[in-house]
């Protein structure tokens, strides 16, 4: 064979898998766009939902608003999709959004599908809000509602006492008790209670959520993410919304958007600080109203984790 027809046959082979390479990396690259703009979507509906739920009365005192949070997240999703004026587009899109959570203070109410019968007797599946849960943990006779900082609620069920105040203060009422007592177990249990109570009610909405999105003819099957318990707790420290968007197609080969979004209503935090590094390049941790503070794109809990960050003491707002 000569060397020309070796190449023509070389050309004819390799060129339908080079096209083929081209194009399904043109339909990865335009999946991955969808997916940023979507994620982009996702985040600003958040975002629009966190602010939308504050709501200040009588001598501003503040009040959460479930209805306005959701109202807010989805008017921002239908606008962004240019579907605003589209019922029969609306409900689609919402099928694909299968729990929303909304974090409070002292519990969480999770937003998900219900079945149950209207007064017609006829069955109804919408998404609804279900009653709030408290952060509760148990151990020894004792029961804990956690917040999300260190005021405590604890229940003694055998003495059949109840102590409430901030962690500090319930140890001298509580010298025996080693949660109590111990500030690092305390917050290590605080934010795992937390952090486990939303995980499991979350993967619950998702898996029943598949029934109510068969109704729209969506046949993808929605199943709980994948989340470390770490992230968990890290996206779980205020006040604000949990949204997860799964399952709308995204490329013409099957893909799949999928992800979820935190956002932040920043209310409750009493004392934070932010880490900076001095013109010598040495860190050191500030309270938000240190004259020398010009950097706060980072807030941080507690002085013990700017500690572990190699962070020190500022000598001016002693914090």
Same mark, same amino acid.
């Given at each position: 064979m000569k060397i020309t027809d070796?190449?023509?046959? @070389?050309?004819? !082979? *390799?060129?339908?898998?080079?096209?083929?390479?081209? !194009? %399904?990396?043109?339909?990865? %690259?335009? *999946?991955?766009?969808?997916?940023?703009i979507l994620n982009r979507y996702l985040d600003t509906a958040v975002e629009d939902a966190s602010n *939308?739920? &504050?709501?200040?009365?009588?001598?501003?005192? =503040? @009040?959460?608003?479930?209805?306005?949070?959701?109202e807010a @997240?989805?008017?921002?999703?239908?606008?962004?999709?240019? !579907?605003?004026?589209?019922e029969t587009a609306k409900d689609v899109l919402k099928a694909y959004i299968p729990v929303i959570v909304l974090i409070d203070y002292d519990g969480y109410w999770v937003y998900s599908a219900e079945s149950y019968k209207n007064i017609n007797g006829e069955i109804i599946q919408e998404m609804?809000? $279900?009653? %709030? $849960?408290?952060?509760f943990y148990e151990k020894k006779g004792f029961v804990y509602l956690f917040t999300l900082d260190d005021y405590v609620k604890v229940f003694d069920t055998i003495n059949k006492v109840f102590y409430e105040g901030r962690r500090e203060e319930l140890t001298s009422a509580l010298p025996f008790d080693t949660? =109590?007592?111990? @500030?690092e177990l305390f917050e290590e249990v605080r934010k795992r209670t937390i952090a486990e109570s939303i995980k499991k009610d979350v993967n619950i909405a =998702?898996?029943?959520?598949? $029934?109510?999105? %068969?109704?729209?003819?969506?046949?993808?099957h929605f199943s709980p993410p994948s989340i470390s318990d770490g992230n968990w707790q890290r996206n779980i420290e205020d006040i604000g919304i949990l949204a997860f968007f799964q399952g709308i197609p995204v490329g013409i080969r099957g893909e799949r958007f999928n992800s979820y979004a935190l956002g932040a209503a920043r209310i409750i935090r009493k004392n934070y600080y932010f880490i900076q590094q001095d013109i010598n390049g040495i860190y050191y941790?500030?309270?938000?109203?240190?004259? &020398?503070?010009?950097? $706060?794109?980072? &807030?941080?809990?507690?002085?013990r984790e700017c500690a572990l960050l190699g962070a020190f003491p500022c000598h001016i707002c002693n914090p």
């Amino acid at each position: 064979m000569k060397i020309t027809d070796m190449a023509v046959l @070389f050309v004819s !082979i *390799a060129l339908p898998f080079a096209l083929m390479l081209r !194009i %399904k990396n043109d339909n990865l %690259k335009n *999946a991955e766009y969808k997916s940023m703009i979507l994620n982009r979507y996702l985040d600003t509906a958040v975002e629009d939902a966190s602010n *939308a739920m &504050i709501v200040r009365g009588m001598d501003n005192k =503040i @009040f959460i608003s479930r209805e306005k949070a959701v109202e807010a @997240f989805f008017t921002t999703l239908y606008v962004n999709f240019g !579907i605003m004026h589209d019922e029969t587009a609306k409900d689609v899109l919402k099928a694909y959004i299968p729990v929303i959570v909304l974090i409070d203070y002292d519990g969480y109410w999770v937003y998900s599908a219900e079945s149950y019968k209207n007064i017609n007797g006829e069955i109804i599946q919408e998404m609804v809000w $279900k009653p %709030k $849960k408290p952060y509760f943990y148990e151990k020894k006779g004792f029961v804990y509602l956690f917040t999300l900082d260190d005021y405590v609620k604890v229940f003694d069920t055998i003495n059949k006492v109840f102590y409430e105040g901030r962690r500090e203060e319930l140890t001298s009422a509580l010298p025996f008790d080693t949660l =109590i007592c111990d @500030f690092e177990l305390f917050e290590e249990v605080r934010k795992r209670t937390i952090a486990e109570s939303i995980k499991k009610d979350v993967n619950i909405a =998702i898996n029943e959520h598949n $029934k109510y999105a %068969k109704t729209y003819g969506i046949a993808y099957h929605f199943s709980p993410p994948s989340i470390s318990d770490g992230n968990w707790q890290r996206n779980i420290e205020d006040i604000g919304i949990l949204a997860f968007f799964q399952g709308i197609p995204v490329g013409i080969r099957g893909e799949r958007f999928n992800s979820y979004a935190l956002g932040a209503a920043r209310i409750i935090r009493k004392n934070y600080y932010f880490i900076q590094q001095d013109i010598n390049g040495i860190y050191y941790y500030h309270r938000e109203n240190c004259p &020398i503070l010009t950097e $706060k794109d980072t &807030i941080y809990d507690n002085r013990r984790e700017c500690a572990l960050l190699g962070a020190f003491p500022c000598h001016i707002c002693n914090p």
